[in-house]
């Protein structure tokens, strides 16, 4: 159980252009969906947090204009990077937190999506 | 806000002996450390976490031990395997609240067969 999904895996677009990203939790419903940014040999960067139905809180530095989320059920989140430019290539990954359950506070992650923005 | 350290950033060991990965936290309001295994090119794996109200435990060849007074936590691997090199984030955050894992910095470890 627990299991998180992200399409696609890798995407490259060309600068400019803007790409979606899909996350995805396929057994259970989440309350909380999390997008991070992670770069080559470094840790985990959040980006924003999103709760169903309402706006997503971006952290510090993160330009929401650029990185919209939209958190549109219990089981989906997407991340569209508009006008991609060539810093904006990363890996991306999302990660979700159960709606109920004993254990209502583990987080689990998907399997991330490679950007390449040529 | 909570900062997490963790320590060593590169750790090498010999297959079948043990590994240890030590990381602190600054904030006391912290209660819950969940330790990640990255393998490349994919999303963390959560291996193994621990509440506040609990000092130890342990999954099989993996062990988690905190010391919520020195605010510092530790994972322990046993019997090293070839399938165990991985990059290993620790984290913490608050159970209540705004739910914010904050991450070390990671660990990348090699078991040499």
């Known amino acids: 159980g627990a299991v998180v999904s992200q399409h696609p895996s890798w995407v490259i677009c060309k600068s400019g252009t803007s790409v979606k990203i899909e996350c995805r939790s396929l057994?259970?419903?989440?309350?909380?969906m999390f997008w991070y940014r992670q770069f080559p040999k470094q840790s985990l960067m959040l980006m924003a947090t999103s709760n169903e139905g309402s706006k997503a809180t971006y952290e510090q530095g993160v330009e929401k204009d650029k990185f919209l989320i939209n958190h549109a059920s219990l089981t989906l989140s997407t991340l569209t990077v508009t006008s991609a430019h060539p810093e904006d290539s990363s890996f991306y990954i999302c990660s979700a937190i159960p709606r109920s359950g004993v254990i209502y506070y583990e987080q689990y992650f998907g399997p991330g999506t490679r950007l390449t923005v040529t | 806000g909570e900062n997490v350290e963790q320590h060593p950033s590169t750790l090498s060991v010999q297959e079948g002996d043990s590994a240890v990965i030590k990381c602190t936290y600054s904030?006391?309001?912290?209660?819950?450390f969940p330790w990640y295994k990255q393998e490349l090119g994919k999303g963390p794996q959560l291996i193994i976490d621990?509440?506040?109200?609990?000092g130890e435990k342990k999954d099989q060849r993996i062990a988690v031990t905190l010391n919520k007074t020195a605010k510092h936590f530790s994972l322990h691997i046993t019997e090293t395997q070839p399938e165990d090199s991985a990059v290993y984030f620790c984290a913490a955050k608050a159970i209540q609240g705004a739910q914010k894992l904050v991450f070390g910095q990671g660990t990348r470890l090699t078991i040499n067969p």
């Open positions: 621990i509440r506040s109200n609990v």
């Open positions: 057994d259970f419903q989440a309350t909380t």
């Open positions: 904030d006391s309001a912290s209660n819950y």
